[in-house]
């Protein structure tokens, strides 16, 4: 048994970013072709390309505003045009923004974590799950946060928009389900990735005290648990919220 995604195409937005691009090159190594959507880091995603081409995979660079319907619409038919049906959809783009108190939080930080967290996913899904249905099947996966279950201060602006993402796809799940489709979260905890490793880890020996597995989670952390909703062997799991904190945060029944 072993995690194959050969013949397969994958979608990644914010595919640029710190967790985007080790989740595209994960999906590529375990054999899927990747389309590799950027917002503005245009060379960063040629990078990208390269490597996963290197792996003796297909890839394509879109840019695109993903909180407006028709970029979402125009991504999907350059897509199509390129790699042909896309049966893997992962959600990973989000607007970066600075937290503050409910108070002193922007009012335009809350319509920007709405815009890329719920409405992307709105659009997504409904640019890529038509042709799912066609297929009687498909992989729509969403990156949400250890941080909707935790509500600490100044998080309001980004727990809202993850919370409510968290919303559509428990809902989705139950929509699309009679056609094989499977709807799941992948929900990160305090994630180490490139850029720590380039300018030195933050200190993080508080956090790690209430972290079960005592340590924090890496991008191929999170990628591993993408690459394993994406794959046949989770097939049977949908609607999931799944943290991938160490136990950070755990779900209850």
């Known amino acids: ?8 195409t994958a979608l990644v937005t914010g595919a640029t970013g710190e967790l985007g ?3 595209a090159r994960t999906l590529a190594e375990c054999g899927a072709d990747v389309a590799l959507h950027y917002h503005s880091n245009e060379s960063k995603a040629a990078e ?3 490597a996963i081409e290197a792996l003796g995979r297909r890839a394509v660079t879109v840019k695109a505003d993903i909180t407006k319907q028709e970029a979402v619409e125009e991504l999907r038919r350059t897509v199509a045009a390129a790699l042909g049906h896309v049966d893997i959809v992962v959600a990973n783009a989000v607007v970066q923004y600075p937290w503050q108190s409910v108070l002193e939080q922007p009012v335009e930080d809350y319509t920007s974590q709405f815009e890329s967290c719920v409405l992307q996913s709105v659009f997504l899904a409904k640019a ?6 066609g297929k009687k099947a498909g992989r729509f996966i969403g990156i949400n ?22 919303g559509v796809y428990r809902v989705l799940a139950k929509e699309v389900g009679e056609h094989q489709i499977t709807v799941n979260q992948v929900a990160p905890g305090w994630t180490i990735s490139e850029r720590e490793r380039t300018s030195g880890l933050a200190e993080s020996a508080d956090y ?5 597995l005592k340590r924090r989670g ?4 999170i990628a591993n648990a993408v690459a394993f909703l994406a794959s046949d062997l989770a097939g049977f799991i949908t609607g999931a ?11 209850t029944i």
Request: aromatic share 6%; glycine share 10%.
């Open 1 to 8: 048994m072993k995690l194959d995604l050969s013949g397969q």
């Open 21 to 23: 691009r080790v989740i």
């Open 48 to 50: 990208l390309k390269g």
């Open 128 to 133: 890529f799950i038509p042709a799912m249905i």
């Open 145 to 166: 946060t250890e941080c909707a279950m935790q509500n600490f201060p100044t998080q309001s602006a980004y727990v809202a928009g993850k919370r409510g993402m968290d």
């Open 208 to 212: 790690i005290k209430s972290v079960p």
């Open 218 to 221: 890496t991008d191929q952390d």
């Open 241 to 251: 919220y799944i943290p991938v904190s160490g136990g950070n945060v755990m779900p």
